[in-house]
């Protein structure tokens, strides 16, 4: 079935290439051999069969990474990162504090044994947080040594991973300022319970959100968006670059755990010192990007897309996640440093014009965790390094100016800018809505802890009042099936989108799942999903990392340059199968023409009218009414990807279709599961 779904999927292309004059070729083969000329020095120089080792400058920091942060055949796994405690409440000797620590051990072990008297995953897991919240606030530092001891001795985990997870430098310290200030007997701690386990405590359902004086103004009775100019924009979209420069070409590519095509990750069920898949030059599917293959994407744009020579792109968007898949223990600072240095310096040699980034979950460290500036003291400053690194690098490569960078470095590298033809982009750093940050547990009862939406508000009211559009740009999406994002984060923020929609917000954008999907807001929080109720549309990224099992990717959008609405999106792939027998030596891998939005799903739109969030409803019903439709989208879900799982019966069917219609984590998770 699958095949015949390629099959479908290849008969359309035929017939719009014949029908429709493509933007570029309907295929590019990229030349063999690594663009050498991109960086000025290397470590080890690029040759066919061996992946390069750049020497990267960093003109923020004023370094050059060191080779042993990148060599492939010595990750490190120990980084001298500054981590960051709570103030401890008493003065304690140290005999009186490891006492005090040891006390505690034994009471939480015996709680979660039973016997102590406490019954209910839920009131142990709760006991439990009660207990660590006074070990935290009495002895902070001695937290997480405890924290390792209690996952060995409950076997919460395995004992490496136990140490990866829980020691200082990983997510200890995190997990220390969390027990500090979080109310751990209230809706805090059922959040930290079930995010532990969902074995623990029942997920928290959502408290509706309470728009009582939220907006600074009612929304216009009769507000109508700008018109469409008819002028037309190219604009791209790149998404989930995920660099590896620890890539190890030959190394096991189907390794049985963590990211393969690196030399500390094999095929255990293989003898020692077998390889079933050797990692190609250009990557594979359970591997993220290697130098190799981000160049080979970027140098194909251009041509595929028709903005060739001396033109540029109006604008491009780039949805976040630089850093790759690697386990915390192997993330340092510098790591990210090096990787969000390299990726935009490769993004601006290749792409011109204005690039719009945010930064995504894996852009940080420790990975996901983004503290807000209402932690007390020092802590709410911990992860300033990051914010004022990327609005440097962004300033410097002109893509924003002094004041967007200044108004980035406060707000968690999220930005307001208005480009070059008048269309106001708001960007926001999604990792406080995210379910892996760790530090969305505290004050759960307040959904904006971290003034994110509060600036969002702020940004969207003064465009109303000037009658300008607005894109917004993030990373992790707001709902498809709800399980990445918070429930009361994306609730507030369905209604922002709802009070600002159409008038104001043209599109939506985002990355994270490194699939090819889009989501719908509706008026009245979803409640009446129809034509007449579609506001806005959230438009999912292809990534460029073939991670995991899916074809690289990148799209492009023709815009209108007066109302901002897309009137065509286009996508490209490479086929990751076909790297494994590839001759590098002769040839790079080929990036094909995959499909034209309003080619694949037609459904009689009309010409003039463009891909918004009517459009996009109406394909939905038009899935409902055929459900090959959706088996034809499931097959661009994965860049068409031969690894892509089928979506043929009614049960996937109706998933997918509510997936698309879930512009949030509460409307997504009451979807069926199919």
Same mark, same amino acid.
């Given at each position: 079935?699958?095949?015949?779904?390629?099959?479908?999927?290849?008969?359309?292309?035929?017939?719009?290439?014949?029908?429709?004059?493509? %933007?570029?070729?309907?295929?590019?083969?990229?030349?063999?051999?690594?663009?050498?000329?991109?960086?000025?020095? =290397?470590?080890?120089?690029?040759?066919?069969?061996?992946?390069?080792?750049?020497?990267?400058?960093?003109?923020?920091?004023?370094?050059?990474? %060191?080779?042993?942060? *990148?060599?492939?055949?010595?990750?490190?796994?120990?980084?001298?990162?500054?981590?960051?405690?709570? %103030?401890?409440?008493?003065?304690?000797?140290?005999?009186?504090?490891?006492?005090?620590?040891?006390?505690?051990?034994?009471?939480?072990?015996?709680?979660?044994?039973?016997?102590?008297?406490?019954?209910?995953?839920?009131?142990?897991?709760? @006991?439990?947080?009660?207990?660590?919240?006074?070990?935290? +606030?009495?002895?902070?530092?001695?937290? /997480?040594?405890?924290?390792?001891?209690?996952?060995?001795?409950?076997?919460?985990?395995?004992?490496?991973?136990?140490?990866?997870?829980?020691?200082?430098?990983?997510?200890?310290?995190?997990?220390?300022?969390?027990?500090?200030?979080?109310?751990?007997?209230?809706?805090?701690?059922?959040?930290?319970?079930?995010?532990?386990?969902?074995?623990?405590?029942?997920?928290?359902?959502?408290?509706?959100?309470?728009?009582?004086?939220?907006?600074?103004?009612?929304?216009?009775?009769?507000?109508?968006?700008?018109?469409?100019?008819?002028?037309?924009?190219?604009?791209?979209?790149?998404?989930?670059?995920?660099?590896?420069?620890?890539?190890? #070409?030959?190394?096991?590519?189907?390794?049985?755990?963590?990211?393969?095509? &690196?030399?500390?990750?094999?095929?255990? @069920?293989? /003898? *020692?010192?077998?390889?079933?898949?050797?990692?190609?030059?250009?990557?594979?599917?359970?591997?993220?990007?290697?130098?190799?293959?981000?160049?080979? @994407?970027?140098?194909?744009?251009?041509?595929?897309?028709?903005?060739?020579?001396?033109?540029?792109?109006?604008?491009?968007?780039?949805?976040?996640?630089?850093?790759?898949?690697?386990?915390?223990?192997?993330?340092?600072?510098?790591?990210?440093?090096?990787?969000?240095?390299?990726?935009?310096?490769?993004?601006?040699? =290749?792409?011109?014009?204005? #690039?719009?980034?945010?930064?995504?979950?894996?852009?940080?460290? /420790?990975?996901?965790?983004?503290?807000?500036?209402?932690?007390?003291?020092?802590?709410? +400053?911990?992860?300033?390094?990051?914010?004022?690194?990327?609005?440097?690098?962004?300033?410097?490569?002109?893509?924003?100016?002094? @004041?967007?960078?200044?108004?980035?470095?406060?707000?968690?590298?999220?930005?307001?800018?208005?480009? +070059?033809?008048?269309?106001?982009?708001?960007?926001?750093?999604?990792?406080?809505? !995210?379910?892996?940050?760790?530090?969305?547990?505290?004050?759960?009862?307040?959904?904006?802890?971290?003034?994110?939406?509060?600036?969002?508000?702020?940004?969207?009211?003064?465009?109303?009042?000037?009658?300008? &559009?607005?894109?917004?740009?993030?990373?992790?999406?707001?709902?498809?099936?709800?399980?990445?994002?918070?429930?009361? %984060?994306?609730?507030?923020? $369905?209604?922002?989108?709802?009070?600002?929609?159409?008038?104001?917000?043209?599109?939506?954008?985002?990355?994270?799942?490194?699939?090819?999907?889009?989501?719908?807001?509706?008026?009245?929080?979803?409640?009446?999903?129809?034509?007449?109720?579609?506001?806005?549309?959230?438009?999912?990224? /292809?990534?460029?990392?073939?991670?995991?099992?899916?074809?690289?990717?990148? &799209?492009?959008?023709? #815009?209108?340059?007066?109302?901002?609405?897309?009137?065509?999106?286009? *996508?490209?792939?490479?086929?990751?199968?076909?790297?494994?027998?590839?001759?590098?030596?002769? *040839?790079?891998?080929?990036?094909?023409?995959?499909?034209?939005?309003?080619?694949?799903?037609?459904?009689?739109?009309?010409?003039?009218?463009?891909?918004?969030?009517? $459009?996009?409803?109406?394909?939905?019903?038009?899935?409902?009414?055929?459900?090959?439709?959706?088996?034809?989208?499931?097959?661009?879900?994965?860049?068409?990807?031969?690894?892509?799982?089928?979506?043929?019966?009614?049960?996937?069917?109706?998933?997918?279709?509510? !997936?698309? &219609?879930?512009?949030?984590?509460?409307?997504?998770?009451?979807?069926? +599961?199919?």
């Amino acid at each position: 079935m699958l095949h015949s779904l390629l099959a479908l999927a290849l008969f359309s292309l035929i017939v719009y290439a014949q029908d429709a004059v493509l %933007p570029g070729p309907a295929s590019y083969v990229v030349p063999a051999g690594f663009p050498s000329s991109i960086f000025s020095s =290397y470590y080890i120089a690029p040759v066919p069969t061996q992946k390069p080792q750049p020497a990267i400058f960093d003109a923020v920091l004023n370094l050059t990474y %060191p080779f042993n942060l *990148t060599n492939p055949k010595t990750i490190p796994t120990i980084d001298n990162d500054p981590v960051f405690y709570p %103030p401890a409440v008493a003065n304690v000797s140290n005999a009186t504090a490891a006492t005090f620590v040891n006390t505690a051990i034994s009471q939480i072990l015996e709680i979660a044994l039973g016997s102590s008297g406490i019954s209910g995953n839920c009131s142990k897991c709760v @006991a439990a947080l009660n207990i660590g919240k006074v070990v935290a +606030q009495v002895v902070p530092e001695s937290v /997480p040594a405890a924290l390792v001891a209690l996952c060995q001795a409950t076997k919460f985990a395995s004992n490496s991973s136990c140490t990866n997870t829980y020691e200082a430098g990983s997510y200890g310290a995190i997990w220390t300022q969390i027990l500090a200030l979080a109310d751990v007997s209230g809706q805090d701690g059922l959040y930290i319970c079930n995010s532990l386990s969902s074995t623990f405590c029942p997920a928290p359902t959502t408290t509706p959100t309470n728009t009582t004086g939220l907006f600074p103004k009612l929304k216009p009775t009769n507000a109508t968006a700008p018109k469409a100019s008819g002028c037309r924009a190219k604009v791209l979209h790149l998404s989930d670059f995920h660099l590896d420069p620890r890539y190890y #070409v030959s190394a096991e590519a189907n390794c049985t755990s963590s990211l393969c095509c &690196r030399t500390n990750n094999v095929d255990k @069920a293989l /003898p *020692t010192g077998q390889i079933s898949i050797p990692a190609p030059l250009y990557g594979a599917y359970k591997c993220d990007t290697p130098y190799d293959l981000g160049t080979a @994407a970027l140098e194909a744009i251009g041509p595929l897309t028709g903005v060739v020579g001396n033109e540029s792109f109006a604008w491009t968007v780039y949805t976040g996640d630089l850093v790759s898949h690697d386990s915390q223990n192997q993330l340092s600072r510098a790591y990210v440093e090096y990787t969000e240095t390299t990726v935009y310096s490769m993004i601006k040699h =290749y792409i011109n014009g204005p #690039v719009f980034p945010v930064l995504g979950n894996h852009d940080t460290n /420790p990975e996901a965790i983004d503290g807000p500036h209402s932690l007390p003291g020092p802590l709410g +400053q911990q992860f300033s390094w990051n914010y004022d690194h990327v609005s440097s690098l962004w300033q410097n490569n002109g893509w924003i100016d002094a @004041a967007t960078a200044s108004e980035a470095k406060l707000h968690y590298a999220a930005y307001s800018i208005k480009n +070059q033809y008048g269309l106001k982009i708001i960007t926001l750093n999604t990792d406080f809505w !995210y379910r892996s940050n760790f530090f969305n547990f505290i004050n759960t009862t307040d959904p904006d802890t971290s003034g994110t939406f509060t600036f969002l508000i702020q940004e969207l009211q003064a465009a109303e009042d000037a009658g300008e &559009r607005v894109w917004i740009l993030g990373h992790v999406l707001t709902g498809w099936d709800g399980s990445n994002p918070l429930l009361n %984060p994306t609730d507030l923020f $369905y209604q922002i989108v709802d009070r600002y929609s159409p008038h104001v917000i043209a599109n939506i954008f985002f990355g994270h799942t490194h699939e090819d999907q889009f989501i719908i807001f509706y008026a009245n929080n979803g409640t009446m999903q129809t034509s007449a109720n579609a506001l806005a549309t959230g438009w999912i990224g /292809p990534s460029v990392t073939p991670l995991t099992n899916l074809n690289s990717g990148f &799209r492009m959008y023709e #815009v209108d340059t007066g109302s901002f609405d897309i009137y065509e999106a286009c *996508t490209w792939y490479a086929d990751v199968n076909s790297f494994e027998t590839l001759n590098a030596s002769i *040839t790079g891998p080929t990036f094909n023409f995959e499909y034209s939005t309003r080619e694949a799903y037609s459904i009689g739109w009309p010409a003039d009218a463009p891909l918004n969030a009517t $459009y996009w409803h109406a394909v939905t019903e038009a899935m409902e009414a055929n459900h090959t439709l959706v088996s034809l989208f499931n097959t661009y879900e994965g860049k068409s990807s031969i690894k892509t799982p089928n979506c043929t019966n009614d049960a996937c069917a109706e998933a997918k279709i509510c !997936y698309m &219609r879930s512009g949030s984590a509460p409307l997504g998770r009451q979807c069926p +599961q199919g």
